[in-house]
């Protein structure tokens, strides 16, 4: 049976947060994950946000952390090697009673702390993006856009580097104390560990309850999405959301990703399955009508992905209120850090929530510092953002980064080869395009695909039948369609 002094469950943003901030301590940290990378739930499923903080409400655990998350970003961006635009973001009203809700989640933004929020008429809107809609905004200068999951991925990194070790395809089944130990029982095996922090998102409220919390009701709202193309891109540098609704949230906006893309989305209803992902002609029709409300050049011909996310929020059942993050750990439970209902905005609070889990353990287990840790994460180099002299330097250097795999997204055959051999071990096809956005282009794979899983096969010397797409039973082979005569 393997032996850790804190056991994290759950390998989403929080949760590689949380591992990433134990390991500038001397301990001896395990990473239990159902699926076979990290970020493969919600983590990877939302807009790329980095959130003001502007629609919490004041003294919530969810509004400290946006602050903070948000103030803190950049210095995090620059150690993780993360790509990262401080952006602003506009958000537009159209009637009077938009006026009234924006105005009246500026003064809470205010009171939050965030800085900068002022309004702006049609024509400065013009001079800050050409193509955004509405009649007025609010222009939020401290908002901005990043990968999410590029940015979990170089969160699990760099724990790993610092000691952290991550244990993927591992379900959680089970849990009992024995004294002064945990037996955390797998659909695998079974580890034994002296803390416990549940980071499980979605399924955060059944671990909960083997921890011997409550399980916690949440309920789901789920919204759909469509990628844009980059040629759409150009035409959008600002994301554009519509006035919050008298209870803070957003309906479909606009937002440019970091590497060019615009997603648009998404909309909000209730889902009662965890995993229910499925994209629906009905809405999508519907992100196709308010979407160019937001964005003038929300057209078919740019189209070239859909997707959908889930908020699991935590919520009363007796008032149906929504409610705030829950972050607890008290003697009754001992040795635990339990975190539910921790949705929009995660990414933006992942660091800030993880520090305060952390000082949990370290106030009454006071470790040892881990005097060798390492917040610098290397990351992967790409081809495409580097000067013409830098990629003849790089050819030199090493000649696979003069092959082009992805054609759309000019990775090279150096880049899919660093992701293969990834610090975290991961290899599926969606791992490597998670890395390299190899796969993510106009054509969606159809060129590269298949030369992304026969590297996978050639580095690591596994069998075809052996490649997953992404998750444990996804096998991209199932054998021959005809044998060799």
Known sequence: MREYDVMVIGAGVVGCAVARELSRYRLRIGVLEKELDVACGNSSRNT???????????????????????????????????????????????????????LKFKAIGEQNGVKGMRMVTKEEM???????????????????????????????????????????????VGMEREEE????????????????????????????????????PTKGFKGEYFI????????????????????????????????????????????????????????????????RKMFDHMEPQY???????????????????????????????PRTVNLVGIESPGITCALPLARRAVKKLVEKEQPEANEAFQPNRPGIRRFSEMT?????????????????VCRCETVTRAEIRQAIHNPLGVHTVTG???????????????????????MIEEELGVAPEDVRYSKEGGYMFMGKVREEQ
């Open 181 to 216: 130990t945990y037996r955390i029982r797998t659909e695998k095996e079974t580890f034994s560990t002296r803390w416990v922090i549940n980071c499980a998102g979605m399924y955060a409220p059944e671990i909960s309850e083997m921890m011997g919390y409550p399980n916690y």
């Open 48 to 102: 790329g946000m980095l959130h003001a903080g502007f629609t919490y409400k004041p003294g919530t655990l969810k509004a400290e952390c946006a602050v903070e998350g948000n103030q803190e970003f950049d210095q995090v961006a620059k150690e993780l090697n993360v790509p990262f635009k401080r952006t602003g973001k506009l958000v537009v009203g159209f009637t009077d009673h938009d006026r009234e809700n924006i």
């Open 432 to 454: 490597i395009k998670n890395r390299t956005r190899a796969t993510m282009g106009r054509c969606q794979g159809g060129y590269c695909e298949t030369r992304i899983t026969h």
């Open 228 to 291: 844009l193309d980059k040629k759409a891109g150009k035409y959008l540098g600002i994301p554009v959301y519509p006035a919050p609704n008298d209870n803070g949230g957003f309906m479909t906006h606009a937002t440019p990703t970091v590497d060019g893309n615009v997603l648009v989305g998404p909309d909000s209803y209730v889902t009662e399955d965890r995993e229910d992902y499925a994209v629906t002609k009905e809405h999508l029709d519907g992100l196709i009508a308010d979407g």
């Open 303 to 333: 189209f070239i992905r859909n997707f959908a996310g889930i908020r699991w929020k935590r919520y009363d059942p007796e008032t149906g209120a929504i409610l705030d993050f829950l972050l607890e750990a008290d003697d009754g439970h």
């Open 388 to 404: 013409e002299e830098e990629k003849k330097a790089a050819i030199q250097e090493d000649r696979d980064y003069g092959e082009i």
């Open 126 to 172: 013009a001079a800050i993006d050409p193509h955004a809609g509405g009649e007025f905004a609010m222009y939020v200068p401290s908002s901005g856009i990043l990968d999410p999951m590029q940015y979990t991925i170089a969160l699990a990194e760099n724990a790993a580097m610092n000691g952290a070790q991550f244990l993927f395809g591992q379900k959680v």
